[in-house]
């Protein structure tokens, strides 16, 4: 089993930035790949960012591609989503995931075993 916590969302007018944390407890060893999400109310849940738990490789959808960036603090078994010049598009429910299956379907939410609760993040015009 694989625990998540996420936190960091609030309110930010467009142009600001906030810092998503998603802290990993449990089993982290036998994390492949974490991935951040958003659903946006009435709207599916979307892929935003993931890398590779060893740091590797990272991937960004291309809405936030050049504004975000995911990173992970080793020490602290922490995933972060550094996000910068915020839209109001933005605005959503952020999650953090973990898949341990080494599935390559990395933007598809279903392939992920671990969530976390989700975050608010609320972009205003």
């Known amino acids: 089993q694989v625990q998540l916590v996420e936190s960091g969302g609030g309110l930010v007018q467009a142009g600001g930035s906030l810092r998503l944390s998603c802290a990993a407890s449990g089993r982290t060893d036998s994390v492949y790949r974490m991935g951040w999400f958003r659903q946006a109310s009435g709207k599916e849940r979307e892929f935003v960012a993931g890398m590779r738990w060893s740091g590797v490789s990272t991937y960004y959808a291309n809405a936030v591609k050049g504004r975000f960036t995911i990173s992970r603090d080793n020490t602290e078994n922490t995933v972060y989503l550094q996000m910068n010049s915020l839209l109001p598009e933005d605005t959503a429910v952020y999650y953090c995931?973990?898949?341990?299956?080494?599935?390559?379907?990395?933007?598809?939410?279903?392939?992920?075993?671990?969530w976390g609760q989700g975050t608010q993040v609320t972009v205003s015009s």
């Open positions: 995931a973990a898949d341990v299956d080494s599935s390559m379907l990395f933007t598809v939410a279903a392939r992920y075993d671990y």
